[in-house]
C-alpha cells in the first residue's frame, strides 16, 4: 500500500513540470520598446489660442512720414533775387533815358498764386527807341528794357535800312512781357516756370515800317524773299543782346512770334534757335 502511494507521488511530481514547459512563460514588457513605439491614437493637440482682434485704427496701414522739412526760413522768391541795386537801377534808366526811350516805373508786381513771380522795379515801356514804339506797352525788368533797345538801335534798324526802299522802322509788334506762366513749347509734362514770369522775357510777333507792308514774324524757309532776310537777321543777331531766342524753327510754339529773354545760365551759354 505504502509502495502504491509512493509510486503516484512520483508519478505526479514527474507530470507536472511536463504540463509546465508546455506553456511558454509569460515575457515581461519591453519598456525600452513601449517607449518608442508611439500610442495607437496620438492624443489630440490642444488648439493654439486665438489672438485677440486688431482694432480698426490699429490695423489700418501706417501712411508715410512726410518729407522731412529743410531747417531754416524758406528761400526768398526768384523776383526778389533779381532785384536790381540802387545802383543798378539808376544807371540801366539812365541809358534808356539817353537813348531816347520813353518808360514810366511802376509798383512793385507779384502774384497772389505764386510767390516766385514778380518784378521788384518794373518799367512800362511805350517807346524803345524815339521814333520806335512796342504796340503793347509791356511791363518789363529794365535789364530786358535796355537789351531790346540797344538790339533795336544796333541791329534791327541798319537791317530795315537794307530793304528794298529802305523803308524806317517803326514800331515793334509786342504782346505783354510779364505774364506769371510756365515755358510753352517744351514738349514737357511739368515744364519749368517762364522768364516771362520774371519780367526778363518779351514777345515780338512782327516789325513795322514808315513804307511798305510790316515783316510779321513767321515759318519762311525758302521764301528767298527780303521779308525772310530781316526775319533771318533780327532772329539770328538776337542772342548777341539776349540769352535765349526761340522762333520759327524752334517749335510749333514759336513759329507766330520772336521770344527774346535774359535766362541766366553757367559759363555764359545761350540757346538761339
Sequence with gaps: MIRVAGTIIALTLAVVPALAQERPPEAEPDTAQTADRPPEKPEAAEPAPTP????????????????????????????????????????????LSVMGAQFRP??????????????????????????????????????????????????????????????????????PAYSCRDRVGTGEADPKPSEHGYGNAIDVMGFRFDDGDPVLVQPRQGDGDAAESFQKAAQGTGCLLFTTVLGPGSNAAHDDHLHLDMAARNGGWRLCE
Excluded: K
Excluded at 501712411?63 to 522768391?77: T, V, Y
Excluded at 513771380?117 to 528794357?145: F, K, N, W, Y
Design 52 to 95: 485677440d482682434p486688431v482694432p480698426d485704427a490699429i490695423s489700418e496701414s501706417v501712411p508715410d512720414e512726410p518729407a522731412a522739412q529743410p531747417f531754416g526760413p524758406p528761400p526768398p522768391p526768384v523776383w526778389f533775387t533779381l532785384a536790381e541795386t540802387d545802383a543798378e537801377y539808376d544807371a540801366c534808366r539812365l541809358a
Design 106 to 175: 511802376q509798383p512793385p508786381v507779384t502774384d497772389p498764386d505764386n510767390r516766385d513771380c514778380g518784378i521788384a522795379r518794373p518799367l512800362q515801356v511805350s517807346h524803345i527807341l524815339p521814333d520806335v514804339t512796342l504796340s503793347g506797352e509791356p511791363v518789363m525788368r529794365c535789364a530786358a528794357a535796355l537789351s531790346l533797345a540797344l538790339w533795336t538801335r544796333d541791329f534791327l534798324q541798319p537791317a530795315a535800312g537794307l530793304l528794298p526802299e529802305t523803308p524806317r522802322l517803326t514800331a515793334l509788334e509786342t504782346g
